[in-house]
């Protein structure tokens, strides 16, 4: 049976792309029997929407593609444009005998498909952790990739060590906190120095928030120095899926793990947005906050009202809605820990499942 080699996988993810933005679903060289979804749904080349509203894409960078040549598969994430308006588009295509034979697609066009933070411009612009070369050295095998696509979700595995330079992205955004070291020794009595250290060293770096990547900072541009990005660590408390999926490509040192999160979506309590938004909470870190989020009605600390200036309109208060997050973990993994973490995130519906996995 013949084996695609790098290129050819990654020209099979060119191909799907090009097909949309041509409308012509017929360029992909489909097996004679295929499997495919589009937000989890069974779906169709024919049949998907996407087919027929994207209009142009951004070529990808190489980090943008994640071959796995072993298993046949490449994990591709790109953004596209939908009559002017950017949107993000992830996925994976498996091939046998040169032909597609599974093709796995998410499409979001706003925070409220993802869940949270959203950007598809930031691709253009991500940490240079993506883009950095990577000495044979500091390459890991993959056999060591594939247990750090393993532990992504399955905590009892262990956690990687990760640099301390490294992001946290989410649907192409930089994760940005407003914090001062003095903010954290108040609000984090157990961080460590090397944490402190993190935050000092962003502080003193350049600013270039006019670039793409950062859609939801303060609108207060003054204020913007006491931005720092957070970390890409793998929390303790992390989500777990016995069916994760992964994929693994050891020439970049780059893994994908595939994962269905459930949990909620709570009010988002940022007080410079006057506006109407939610947030999503995985189930595994509700934990200390649940009890005090469920009663928000009570708790003056999860009021975002309170001290509000009264000429303003009150802020409604969403209930916690219970939802599932079709999850795309990737990381950048060399020189022995994780150094970037991009989380790719599609809402679903309470009580949802892979379909990928239905049988397992």
């Known amino acids: 049976m013949p084996t695609l080699d790098r ?14 933005a041509k409308r012509d679903a017929t360029l992909l060289p489909l097996a004679r029997t295929y499997a495919m979804t589009k937000n989890n749904g069974p779906s169709s080349p024919g049949m998907a929407d996407i087919w027929r509203t994207v209009t142009g894409y951004k070529a990808p960078a190489d980090f943008q593609y994640v071959i796995d040549t072993p298993a046949q598969q490449v994990f591709v994430t ?28 998410y499409m979001c066009r706003s925070n409220g498909d993802s869940g949270f933070m959203f950007d598809p411009t930031g691709l253009r612009n991500m940490p240079k952790e993506w883009t950095a070369s990577v000495p044979d050295a500091q390459k890991a095998s993959r056999e060591r990739l594939t247990e750090i696509a393993r532990c992504v979700f399955d905590p009892g595995l262990g956690t990687p060590e990760t640099s301390q330079e490294g992001y946290l992205v989410e649907n192409g955004e930089r994760v940005m906190g407003d914090i001062t070291v003095e903010k954290m020794r108040e609000l984090l009595p157990w961080a460590t120095k090397e944490m402190f250290a993190r935050v000092e060293r962003e502080h003193a770096l350049p600013k270039e928030y006019d670039k793409p990547g950062y859609a939801s900072l303060l609108p207060d541009k003054s204020r913007h120095a006491e931005l ?26 780059i893994v994908v793990s595939l994962g269905m999160v459930p949990g909620h979506t709570y009010p988002s309590f940022y007080w410079w947005y006057p506006i109407l938004e939610t947030a999503f909470v995985p189930e595994s870190m509700l934990l200390d906050n ?10 003056p600390s999860f ?13 409604p208060l969403s209930k916690p809605v219970p939802a599932v ?10 020189d022995g820990r994780i150094q970037g973490e991009h989380r790719l995130m599609q ?6 499942t892979s ?6």
């Open 7 to 20: 290129e050819r996988l990654k020209s099979l993810a060119d191909l799907l792309l090009e097909s949309m």
């Open 78 to 105: 790109a953004e596209v444009d939908e009559g002017g308006v950017p949107a993000l588009l992830w996925g994976r295509l498996k091939a046998e005998d040169e032909l597609i034979t599974e093709i796995e697609l």
């Open 228 to 253: 720092i990005g957070l970390g890409c660590d793998l929390m303790a408390d992390r989500p777990a899926d016995d069916h994760a999926r992964i994929l693994v490509d050891e020439v970049q040192g």
């Open 290 to 299: 649940q009890s005090r989020r469920e009663n928000a009605d009570s708790d």
């Open 303 to 315: 009021d975002p009202n309170v001290g509000r200036d009264p000429s303003l309109p009150c802020i």
């Open 325 to 334: 997050l079709s999850t795309a973990e990737v990381y950048r993994f060399f």
């Open 347 to 352: 809402i679903q519906p309470a009580g949802s």
């Open 355 to 360: 379909p990928w996995t239905v049988g397992e």
